[in-house]
């Protein structure tokens, strides 16, 4: 074993455990082939930084972003599925009066990347986290690129207002990356049939919103975004809520839906004010209940 590996490592976990490793490592590798050793390799480089950055799942950051990562990904998807929803019903309305080369091939790569997103959320929400939340994080980087196009063409200082509107999605949708392996929730689905027939139903949610509502009128209301966030939080399902048990986590679940909700238009800076109120009020009522839960003395 390559002894650089070994030094990713903290000193005292390398001297406790570095001989144990690297016989794992040989006996992993042991007449494999180059990709077999490449990606034992990539395993201990990823434990390695992981304990390095204290998002072990013995570590407090790793437990928080294990409680996250089902909020982050559920967001994703939220986010995929309402710009789905309204440049597909754009289209829907004016399919008949065409759409300009240059513009159309840009709507159809980014309707493309927000497939990708949404279909990577919802496959990993499914229980295969690693490559859905890959697929996610390039369909967010993809869209985020594509919008790049007609964003260079702004004035320089209207170009910088929107970072936040081009990074926010790639790093809600990459935060899921930093859940420890062995605190991923396990499959809910199993086989392929079954992931492609989530996946499908995904799709013909948004189509069913989207024929609907097609002149997006729901826009008085939040249509577009509460019907794939109810339908999100469903699919991360009853495990995901067991996971919130501090006020810390209950805060950093609900922040990438305030990020997406923010971005996606819904909701201006004093509005997002107030939800933080209510967020802080709600935080503040749990840790009052679990504190007079705590102090309830059983009678022998």
Request: hydrophobic letters at 55%; aromatic letters at 8%; proline letters at 6%.
């Amino acid at each position: 074993m390559n002894p650089v590996l070994l030094r990713l490592y903290p000193a005292g976990f390398r001297r406790a455990f570095g001989d144990e490793i690297a016989e794992s490592y040989r006996e992993a590798t042991e007449g494999a082939g180059r990709r077999a050793r490449l990606r034992e390799a990539a395993d201990i480089v990823t434990h390695a930084v992981r304990l390095r950055l204290g998002l072990g799942s013995a570590h407090p950051g790793g437990r928080l972003f294990a409680a996250v990562a089902p909020f982050a990904l559920a967001a994703t998807a939220v986010y995929a599925a309402f710009n789905l929803i309204g440049t597909v019903g754009d289209w829907y309305v004016m399919r008949d009066a065409g759409t300009a080369g240059g513009a159309g091939l840009l709507v159809t790569l980014m309707n493309g990347c927000y497939l990708l997103t949404l279909t990577g959320a919802v496959v990993a929400l499914a229980g295969r986290h690693l490559p859905g939340v890959l697929c996610a994080v390039a369909g967010a980087v993809g869209s985020s690129v594509t919008f790049l196009f007609p964003v260079w063409r702004m004035p320089p200082d209207l170009r910088w207002e929107l970072v936040g509107f081009l990074l926010a999605p790639v790093l809600v949708a990459a935060l899921p990356l930093a859940c420890p392996p062995d605190l991923r929730p396990a499959r809910r689905v199993r086989g392929a049939a079954g992931t492609l027939a989530l996946v499908a139903w995904a799709l013909l949610l948004v189509g069913a919103v989207v024929v609907i509502d097609p002149l997006g009128i729901g826009l008085l209301f939040p249509w577009r975004f509460g019907v794939p966030m109810i339908a999100a939080l469903f699919l991360a399902g009853r495990r995901a809520f067991a996971g919130i048990r501090t006020t810390v986590q209950l805060v950093c679940a609900a922040a990438p839906f305030i990020v997406t909700i923010y971005f996606s238009g819904w909701v201006r800076s004093e509005e997002i004010l107030a939800l933080l109120g209510a967020l802080a009020a709600t935080a503040m009522a749990l840790r009052l209940r679990r504190g007079s839960g705590s102090d309830t003395v059983n009678p022998a």
